[in-house]
């Protein structure tokens, strides 16, 4: 008996040289690209996106030590994880419709902005064909405008309004020789740079704008208990259970990494093109 036993002991202590082998190293390389990815402006998002392949591995080892327990679960069917799924999937199509519905917002007040400033050079050519003074105002406000949108991904906050550009824009807009007496031309101007201010405040606002943190922790929280719900359909089936939760896992983790890029994408602050002037 205890010959045979000894062979057994060595290949069970071979087997566990071999995984701390491998396990060892990887860890390793885990630990050093996550302090890698730290140092990077995507690692919060990267950590997101992993989060719930971290949770459904989780759940996996948990249920298969669950099912050789004497408090292994039998009889759930499959139907059952549907009622934690239906949560799951309207919370992140809400925080979806948000996200959406704040870029719609930006490409509609870009169009404004942008609608705007050629109303203001169409007003100031009618006037005076070649309004020197007017193209180099909307000229320096887009300028501006352009280091804003540049230097906003890079200071992690959104470039406060350009206040010398459109100071001087307003100038031009209350000066009566601008528009050579003009007041119909003078009212519609002023009118069309009230528009260009707000849509750019508006456009500050919304790049600061973000999902709030509570909202994330709800999506998990709903996504976890989907995972659970799915192994309790599976307990017993290793196989089918692996597979089941693994799948939505991935599912989860997409869904996770694409809201959290939609919310705060690496870009900077919308912006008119400077290309608005070559036609006037």
Same mark, same amino acid.
């Given at each position: 008996?205890?010959?045979?036993?000894r062979p057994v002991l060595e290949g069970?202590?071979?087997? /566990?040289?071999?995984?701390?082998?491998?396990?060892?190293?990887? @860890?390793?390389?885990?630990?050093?690209?996550? =302090?890698?990815?730290?140092?990077? =402006?995507? *690692?919060? !998002?990267?950590?997101?996106?992993?989060? %719930?392949? +971290?949770?459904?591995?989780? /759940?996996c080892f948990f249920f298969l030590h669950l099912d050789r327990s004497r408090f292994t679960i039998r009889g759930v069917v499959g139907p059952y994880f549907s009622s934690v799924a239906i949560l799951f999937a309207l919370f992140a199509s +809400?925080?979806?419709? =948000? /996200?959406?519905?704040?870029?719609?917002?930006?490409?509609?007040?870009?169009? #404004?902005?942008? !609608?705007?400033l050629k109303v203001m050079l169409y007003i100031a @050519? *009618?006037?005076?064909?070649?309004?020197?003074?007017?193209?180099?105002?909307?000229s320096g406000y887009l300028s501006h405008t352009a280091y804003g949108a540049e230097l906003a991904p890079r200071s992690g906050s959104a470039e406060p309004l350009p206040s010398e550009a459109l100071k001087k824009l307003y100038r031009l807009?209350?000066?009566p020789a601008t528009f050579k007496g003009n007041t119909v031309a003078n009212a519609a101007f002023l009118q069309s740079l009230n528009v260009v201010r707000s849509a750019r405040e508006d456009l500050t606002d919304l790049y600061k704008a973000r999902i709030v943190h509570s909202k994330f922790f709800a999506l998990l +929280?709903?996504?976890?208990?989907? #995972?659970? @719900?799915?192994?309790?359909?599976?307990? &017993? $089936?290793?196989?089918?259970?692996?597979?089941?939760?693994?799948?939505?896992s991935v599912a989860f983790s997409l869904a996770i990494g694409i809201l959290s890029l939609l919310d705060? %994408?690496?870009?900077?602050? %919308?912006?008119? *093109? @400077?290309? +608005?002037? $070559? &036609?006037f």
């Open positions: 008996m205890a010959a045979i036993t069970r202590a071979q087997l /566990v040289l071999a995984w701390l082998a491998v396990l060892i190293p990887l @860890a390793w390389g885990i630990r050093a690209a996550m =302090e890698e990815a730290a140092a990077l =402006e995507l *690692s919060s !998002k990267l950590g997101l996106t992993v989060l %719930p392949l +971290l949770l459904g591995v989780a /759940v +809400l925080l979806a419709a =948000e /996200v959406w519905q704040r870029q719609e917002k930006k490409d509609v007040l870009l169009h #404004q902005e942008t !609608k705007s @050519a *009618s006037i005076d064909s070649d309004a020197y003074d007017v193209r180099n105002a909307i807009a209350i000066d +929280l709903f996504g976890l208990l989907t #995972q659970i @719900a799915i192994a309790f359909c599976h307990a &017993g $089936n290793t196989r089918a259970l692996g597979a089941g939760v693994m799948l939505f705060d %994408p690496d870009e900077g602050l %919308p912006m008119v *093109s @400077a290309t +608005l002037l $070559n &036609g």
